[in-house]
């Protein structure tokens, strides 16, 4: 029989096998324009489920987000440039071992002295500090951005595909970032999250069970980032440009806003305000400075009428309408 | 000398009054109802739009009265949005958590750009300095643009203003009393809410003012929301969570540190803001002025 | 670090603490000794620095001056989580639970913390759920504690003696050498304190650990404690069995002459 406490792993399978089978077949029935908004979204719920796995799980808040992002995306356009005849998928991989590095030093430094919006507002300067480097590197091509970054041939031994053909691209981003999803759903239900979830709540609470709080927070935050920074590599060929608006904190502030609009409580929230946020996008993009106006007022009203996100919202509807016993069991995840 | 000592000082000066005006209204809504207000940046926008428009109404009239009065009418068009704001969107917000309270008003900010580029549109826009400010006094070899001189003295009067207020008046001590202890002061009879009004208000008016007073600084787009924000955060954190003297003090500190670095590495301006800004947190985090409210 | 400790060594010893406050002196030059198996009560009135002691022994806070000893080892400056992995554990004096996990998923994070290094029952690196050992632990300590019934109820909306409970349970599935317990019967009813009581005494009388608490209820002072020692404006009047306590002129001066009422 299985635990109450055990991971929902059946459950989140079946979800996820579905909404990877309608994301690959996408190609075959949307337009163009849809795919490419869909292949970007896919690396921003990695992006939001990353940020999420800090805040929801691990109780930081981290305003400098998308730094991680911009850092993986030009380290990987850099070693695509630099080393022509690297296997792409050292240079993805490398692009994460580059955020860890990169996250470990700054945790390390940052997480000692400073959390709450201390942390928050750390960050945020730390990302101003990318910000203002790629826009100002030569190398690194400036306002202009770094172009002309291929989509390359992965060679797998016995077969190579090539990225830049049709959708293979897009059909790449899709299940790279459901492998990328799936290690953030590991993480968060494996031994080292339910700590991470303790420390969420109360972090002394968790010291005084021998739980070593700065290094599952220190632990937390380089997942995250590199994960984020391989998710921000894969953009990079995507686009087939990077521009510095990567690092913006606008950017910082979409996977705060995904992860509350979903629900920060389940794992499910992130990609679910994500998903949410590009409808609008899309559905408004036509509208010159009313999309603006769009997004931002339903943004408002989640936020003033479901505090929970919209998760949180359906949730305590449905419990609402179920008997006590079988809500009490609802909220166990 | 001049260029490696008195030049640089001016323009941290300078620019540390900008950022200073930019913040009083924001330290005081956070100091007083701790929220923190993204959208800060798009009501500064829309001050600076609407003193725009007036200037081209009355056909670029460019007397130091004129403008002084037209960014005062700017103020108040910014305030009466403000009473709005709060009684829409800051007072449900007083029941949600902090958090949420953040992405509200990050809501609020992409609204104040979208209804900036619908009523105004995407152009780039300016505006002539005021006649009287458009010269420049030297001391020396030490050249200083009268429209700099006159932000600086504003800023300084302002944050002299503030302080007495603060320390001298009724009024000033009620909005201590209330940032350090709402409850409280609601017990002893204060009107809490409508307080918050007159805060909120307050705040705004002093956004869209200087939006006004800086509208010959600046040029004019829908991204200017956005581009003042981050650094009157620091400014405000750095000062310590919402109090005036600290973040009049660490805007200067920040500023001219930045001004000092530009010399030193000039290819990336702006950085040593930041670095200043982190090694502050790191070295401080408590805040220049710790404890305080307001 | 010696292993067993010799007979005559303290398992754990406090040494000439200092811990001082911006505005007031708290603790001047307290000295403390439990002996392995000792149950010791620290009492005192309120602002003696008793909590304040409570957090030197246990780690949250270090003393300025002074030193902290576990089994003949320096310990001073050694942070609670090490302490902990050490063989300290503690409660709080409202109870800390971690309020939206169930009852059950509390005790698993003490069970999985424990376990950290050596799960028993094996684990392949990428199974996430919890050993089957970790749940047979949960219950067996959620059973030792009875708040079996209330396994699947979320912390926040267990009753406050059950909250109690339940950090008790939290602490001992991390098997400690020593159990640090600040005031364990605060604000509870008298029936409630009787089974607390109980309890702490068969819990201890099971596991043979060694207990140091403090506590305001001189009844439940005398029911448990072998040892007790009295913190007085931060500096340590009395110690020793409880009936040599209770004679000590001093104390029943402060006590008594004060007017606190107790005994």
């Known amino acids: 029989m299985r635990s109450p406490l055990s991971a929902p792993i059946a459950r989140d399978a079946a979800i996820a096998l579905i909404i990877v089978a309608v994301l690959l077949a996408m190609p075959l029935v949307a337009p163009k324009g849809l795919v490419f908004v869909v292949g970007t979204l896919a690396l921003h719920i990695v992006f939001g489920l990353s940020w999420n796995l800090m805040f929801g799980q691990t109780g930081l808040v981290s305003f400098g987000h998308a730094s991680f992002f911009a850092i993986g995306g030009y380290f990987y356009a850099l070693v695509a440039r630099s080393f022509p005849d690297l296997h792409p998928l050292l240079g993805f991989a490398g692009a994460g071992a580059f955020g860890v590095a990169l996250a470990v030093v700054i945790g390390l430094i940052a997480l000692r002295r400073s959390l709450g919006v201390y942390f928050a507002i750390l960050t945020l300067a730390l990302s101003q500090i990318v910000y203002l480097f790629l826009s100002s590197f030569t190398p690194l091509g400036r306002e202009d951005g770094f172009t002309g970054i291929r989509r390359p041939v992965l060679d797998m031994g016995l077969f190579q595909v090539d990225l830049a053909k049709g959708d293979n691209y897009y059909l790449f981003i899709i299940l790279f970032s459901t492998l990328l999803c799936a290690i953030i759903w590991w993480v968060r239900h494996s031994q080292t999250g339910r700590a991470l979830r303790a420390i969420q709540q109360d972090p002394e609470r968790a010291a005084f069970l021998g739980i070593n709080v700065a290094g599952n927070r220190l632990l937390a935050f380089a997942i995250a980032s590199g994960v984020t920074a391989v998710a921000g590599a894969l953009y990079g060929p995507w686009l087939q440009l990077l521009t510095p608006d990567v690092a913006h904190w606008t950017l910082s502030a979409r996977p705060i806003l995904y992860s509350l609009l979903g629900g920060v409580s389940s794992f499910w929230g992130p990609v679910a305000g994500a998903a949410g946020f590009a409808i609008l996008e899309y559905g408004t993009r036509t509208l010159h400075g009313f999309s603006e106006i769009i997004i931002g007022s339903i943004l408002l009203a989640v936020v003033l009428l479901f505090p929970g996100g919209i998760l949180g919202g359906l949730e305590s509807l449905r419990r609402r309408h179920a008997t006590p016993a079988s809500a009490a069991k609802e909220t166990r995840r | ?294 | 670090m010696s292993g067993a400790g010799t007979p005559t060594m303290p398992l754990l010893e406090a040494r000439r603490v200092v811990k001082d406050y911006p505005s007031v002196k708290v603790l001047k030059n307290v000295d403390l000794s439990v002996s392995e198996g000792d149950t010791l009560a620290v009492i005192g009135p309120n602002g003696a620095g008793k909590t304040t002691l409570f957090k030197v022994l246990s780690g949250e806070v270090f003393a300025d001056s002074g030193s902290v000893l576990f089994r003949g080892a320096d310990v001073t400056r050694v942070p609670e989580w090490k302490r902990v992995r050490a063989g300290f554990g503690r409660s709080f004096q409202v109870a800390r639970v971690f309020k939206d996990l169930t009852a059950a998923a509390n005790v698993l994070v003490a069970v999985e913390a424990a376990f950290r290094n050596a799960p028993p029952g094996g684990r392949t690196l990428l199974a996430c759920d919890p050993t089957r050992t970790a749940l047979e632990r949960v219950d067996e300590a959620l059973d030792e504690v009875g708040l079996s019934a209330r396994s699947d109820v979320e912390a926040k909306l267990l009753s406050h003696g059950d909250k109690k409970r339940l950090e008790l349970a939290m602490s001992l599935v991390l098997r400690p050498t020593i159990l640090l317990l600040d005031e364990p019967t605060a604000g509870m009813s008298p029936a409630d304190r009787k089974a607390s009581v109980d309890l702490i005494a068969s819990v201890k009388a099971r596991h043979g650990m060694t207990v140091v608490l403090t506590e305001h209820d001189m009844g439940v002072v005398f029911d448990l404690a072998s040892h007790v020692a009295v913190l007085h404006h931060g500096e340590m009047i009395a110690t020793g069995s409880p009936a040599e306590v209770r004679e000590n002129p001093l104390v029943r001066k402060i006590y008594l002459g004060s007017g606190a009422g107790h005994a």
């Open chain 2, 1 to 294: 000398m001049v260029d490696y000592v008195l030049s640089p000082l001016f323009n941290g000066l300078f620019m540390a009054m900008v950022v200073f005006l930019f913040t009083t209204g924001l330290t005081l809504i956070f100091g007083i109802l701790r929220v923190l207000n993204f959208a800060h940046g798009g009501f500064f926008m829309i001050g600076a739009y609407v003193a725009f428009s007036i200037v081209r109404l009355v056909g670029g009239e460019t007397s130091v009265l004129a403008y002084l009065a037209i960014s005062t009418v700017a103020g108040i068009v910014v305030g009466l949005l403000g009473l709005v704001v709060e009684r829409v969107i800051f007072r449900p917000l007083q029941k949600v958590d902090e958090a949420y309270s953040l992405i509200a008003t990050y809501a609020l900010l992409l609204i104040t750009e979208g209804a900036v580029k619908a009523v105004w549109g995407v152009s780039f826009h300016s505006v002539a300095t005021p006649d009287l400010l458009g010269g420049a006094v030297f001391a020396g070899d030490l050249f200083m643009p009268t429209y700099a001189i006159f932000i600086i003295a504003i800023g300084v009067a302002s944050y002299a203003l503030l302080e007495w207020v603060l320390q001298h008046t009724d009024t000033g001590k009620l909005m201590k009393s209330v940032a350090s202890d709402p409850w409280m002061a609601g017990m002893l009879g204060v009107n809490v809410p409508r307080f918050y009004t007159f805060i909120v208000v307050l705040g705004f008016f002093l956004a869209g003012i200087a939006g006004g007073l800086l509208l010959p600084n600046q040029t004019l787009s829908p991204n200017l929301a956005s581009t003042f924000v981050i650094q009157a955060f620091g400014a405000l954190i750095v000062g310590g969570m919402g109090n005036i003297r600290g973040t009049f003090l660490a805007a200067i500190m920040l500023c001219v540190i930045d001004s000092f670095g530009s010399l030193l590495f000039s290819e990336v301006p702006g950085l040593f803001f930041y670095i200043a800004m982190t090694a502050a947190l790191l070295l401080r985090p408590q805040g220049l002025i710790a404890g305080a409210r307001l």
